[in-house]
């Protein structure tokens, strides 16, 4: 079966498959330029091994790649080229890579030389470990002064970098078989970076404490290596499960739970659109509507005034969400927005407040901004907005409240969203960010235990940039990390992902997930100069909907054997028990259903690409 571009990714740029690399039992796939997917005798050992150069925003730069060599028989291979960043004012960075591969050892060379100067946040390797069977387990760090030290990588996710000074790094990637990662040309540290729903941790070169963005001298070469040493003494040959090219086993599990209530986030700048069609919200019927409210960004009553129209016609329940600016007292600013919710006739049934300055990121080494003490904030709203659920968290992503871990004693719920491009926008790293949302949501509940918790909203494209200035434009459709805009968004792909997502947060037992906007770039439905037809249903608005009446409905778990590809869970409502299931390839997949007793006698489904199903159960 043949299916455009378009209608899988909204776009019809496409990913260009990857060049595989192999010699004995490693394997690597080569992609711009850098290594994904590193396996020995068919299990991930790396995630990547990339070498990139970020911008002062922290923008990663998609250098112009010439000369390219590739060499390779059965026991070895060889890659080489020339890569070229071009900058701000006429500047540019030259990179001379060189890649060799053996049966047990990797090698990942670059010269960097910068004919101009060149001003960068980093510049080097970064080294991608998975997070899947590796999270926990034992590990060995080889320090820059020679000290050894046996630790074991982080389960709950640490705030700030688990590993420092380091020069080498090992652990077991299976029974007799050892990984040493091997980084020479500067000082290297690792960050959890499952905090930005990534899934892996990610040593990277160049200690965050020093200053950024920081120059590259001109015509002085910087040299870097990196090394995978692989000490196999188990003499065997493994086929990991799931990845024989059979059908994929979908199996009932034992974990049950309430799913949780949908929202959709509306912004002032999106609530005539909403209101044109309220029709499309009433048959998508989200519990919740989130409405953003930024006086930083000149919101007030006539905002507010929209929201209640929007709300009148709502039948489930509207939270707004508050950027305090903290310019003056929190009490003095939450009592003006009550003031003008008043005028405006607007109650919502809860506040999510936070200060607008803790959208922003506060990097390691780096000084805290200005803030009024958070029990101050949300006692000040409180007494702005009596009889008035109060939530606080971050409106950006579990990153920041990892590192700024609120008070939570005065809040009715806590809440944060996730972004998958902020370090990468490769489909492959955007898909796999969903393995990383369990560790998240547990690391939640570990500091705020039962607290009622939510989650949103969390879309492909990214609203405001925590780590930069701004969020990059993207008008010809490309996948670019932290992106204001994404065309996924508007293809089945982003239909697989939010049922995905879901999928991954059961556990968190929510009390509501929000995935979308009605209308804009992270809508339901398409607006003008949108690649959709004007007011055209993304297929994104199917998941939505279909989970919005799911709200309330009692789920089970569903065990997948390779829930890299297909994840799946059973719901049960009044309509009777679902098997709802997501192909998170875009390739078709086989699935066998015998385990999760299916009303139709056949038990094998074949799924198209990003394809999502619901299938009815046996009571």
Known sequence: MTIDAFQLYGTHLVDLPPVRLRAGKLEADLANGNLRTIRYDGTEVLRAISYLVRDRDWGTYSPEITDLRIEQNDDRFE???RACCEGPDDTRLVINVRITGSADRLDFEAEAIAPTGFETNRCGFCILHPIVGVADAPATIEHVGGQIEATRF????????????????THEVMPGVQAECRMEGDTFEMEDQRNWSDASYKTYVRPLALPWPYEIPANRPVRQKTSLVIRDISGSTRHPPGMSGGAIKLELGARTGTMPDIGVIITPEEADATLSAKSVLTEIAPQELLFHFDPGAGHGAEALRRFAAIATVHR????????LPCKSSPSSEAAEIARQMQLAEFRPDAIMISPSVDRQSTPPGSKWPDCPPLDEVYAAAHAAFPGIRIGGGMLSYFTELNRKRVPDGQLDFVSHCTNPIVHAADDLSVMQTLEALPFITRSVRAIYGDKPYRIGPSTIAMRQNPYGSRTMDNPLGARIPMANRDPRHNGRFAEAFALGYATRVLDAGLECLTLSALSGPFGLIAGPAEPTE????????????TLSRLAGASWQACVSSSPSEVMAFAARDAAGARLHVANLTGEERKVDCGGCRLADASKELLLAPFATAALPLAD
């Open 79 to 81: 890659v080489a080229y």
């Open 154 to 169: 982080p389960d709950v996710i640490e705030p700030w970098q688990p590993f420092k000074d380091m020069r080498a790094i």
């Open 316 to 323: 489930g329940r509207s939270t707004l969400e508050i950027a």
């Open 534 to 545: 004007q007011g055209g249903r993304r297929p994104l608005f199917n998941t939505v909907r």
